[in-house]
């Protein structure tokens, strides 16, 4: 059994080809999975502290499992990354435990290319600038993943709740060449960007859909339980709605109170990844359109990442059965 350290994540999972294999294996089907376990416990100094599991399996290829949790008390108390993950993959053929991964950067690597997947589908090719709401550990690989898909964006925005987090961001940023810069009214990058990326533990909304331009993409990233949200109803009702699976629809607080009061019903969601990838429902169709694409996650999609990252690892090419 390997160990796969954080730098070796990095190292292979690169923006350009992570991006690339998550199209390809989303032309395909998805391996064999089941509900994702989610464990909470209250907290009395804030939000809870939540320890998921997930697992896929692919017959005679894979078995992946995912154990993460997310701690949103660490960094103030033990100056410790929010969330903390590790990943199990095994041989679907022996049973046998190939390699424990370093999971943090998988995560990284994974939702934010799964972000860029859809903003390469979704947003408009000639988009200029961005907004990224939210300067947590995510919030720079997302940037990095969205200027992959789209080299054409020219500026970044930032804005976080606390100020100072927002310069620091944009000061990383700028050590890597992206011209960063921290902004401090939301609202009005809003009515600016041509894409916006949300990152953040929201339970209230405070993306406004009424501000967006035409022509803009957004990308939720955050809301993972019923009890969160980022965007308010008028992002509903203004864009063309996408999710990278139509799972997402069923746990995300971004469309079950939307649903309950009619905002919206499930038919009103245009299409997921593998219906894009494949095809069956059309990207974006006017420059003028605005699209919104919400990013939930699943451990197909940690299946897929973690078969190319081991698929890399040992010098072969990307293959998945999902995709044959």
């Known amino acids: 059994m390997e160990m796969i350290d954080a730098r070796r994540v990095h190292e292979l999972l690169d923006f350009k080809g992570l991006i690339a294999a998550l199209e390809t294996a989303h032309q395909g089907g998805m391996p064999k999975q089941s509900d994702r376990l989610i464990y909470q416990e209250p907290n009395p100094q804030g939000q809870p502290d939540i320890f998921i599991m997930l697992p896929a399996w692919q017959p005679q290829e894979g078995i992946l499992a995912k154990l993460v949790t ?168 203004r864009a063309s709605v996408f999710v990278d699976h139509r799972q997402t629809t069923t746990r995300s607080g971004e469309f079950l109170g939307p649903f309950e009061r009619g905002v919206i019903a499930p038919d009103d969601v245009r299409g997921d990844l593998f219906e894009l990838c494949q095809g069956k429902v059309k990207c974006r169709q006017s420059a003028d359109e605005i699209t919104m694409m919400k990013n939930g996650g699943g451990s197909h999609i940690d299946y897929y990442v973690a078969k190319y990252l081991m698929d890399r690892h040992h010098g072969r090419p990307f293959t998945t059965s999902c995709a044959s």
């Not at 939702?111 to 090719?125: E, F, H, I």
């Not at 200027?147 to 976080?160: D, E, G, H």
């Not at 960063?180 to 209230?204: G, K, N, P, Y």
């Open 70 to 237: 997310s701690f949103p008390n660490n960094k103030a108390r033990h100056n410790l990354p929010t969330v903390n993950s590790v990943y199990v993959f095994i041989n679907a053929d022996t049973g046998v435990t190939e390699a424990v991964i370093d999971g943090e950067s998988v995560i990284f690597r994974k939702t934010s290319s799964d972000s860029a997947l859809g903003s390469k589908l979704l947003s408009r090719p000639d988009a200029e600038t961005m907004l990224m709401i939210g300067a947590g550990g995510l919030a720079p690989y997302l940037v990095e993943a969205h200027l992959t898909a789209r080299p054409s964006v020219k500026s970044v925005m930032i804005w976080n709740r606390t100020a100072a987090n927002a310069a620091a961001l944009a000061d990383k940023l700028g050590e890597r060449g992206i011209a960063a810069r921290a902004v401090d009214d939301l609202d009005a990058a809003v009515s600016q960007a041509d894409i916006i990326s949300s990152a953040t533990m929201a339970e209230t909304p405070h993306l406004k859909g009424k501000l967006l331009k035409p022509g803009a993409h957004v990308d939720l990233v955050g809301s993972f339980t019923p009890e969160m949200r980022e965007a308010d109803d008028d992002v509903l009702t």
